[in-house]
């Protein structure tokens, strides 16, 4: 009995875990996924509305990028979208990890772009 009962313990433990990591990455990759349709249909923007779109977008989806994280730039016909940000993420009661993510977006356009 009471070796079911620790195994239902790590069970919940790993589970827990395995829930607060997906959470993280499913924001992560939302908020990634929105930032490359932000510069793929932004090209009538500059690249300080961009940035004031995309740090918009990180603070939806609850994510600590500050202005001072984020570059944003246009080389010919791509907008490219680098940042970073370190989340920290409960794995048990009691136990929270940082784990770091990583923003890179290149996005490629033939319409004229705003400078």
Partial sequence: MIK???KLIVVA?????AWHVMTAYTSH???KDSVQQTT?????????QLKTRILALAADYDLPIGEDDLSVRREGTHTIVDTSYSKSIDLAPGFSQPWRFEVHVDTFSEAPMAR
């Fill in 29 to 31: 990759y939302k908020f």
């Fill in 13 to 17: 433990l790993v589970a827990n875990a």
């Fill in 40 to 48: 793929q249909f932004g090209n009538d923007k500059s690249v300080e």
């Fill in 4 to 6: 079911l009962l620790l």
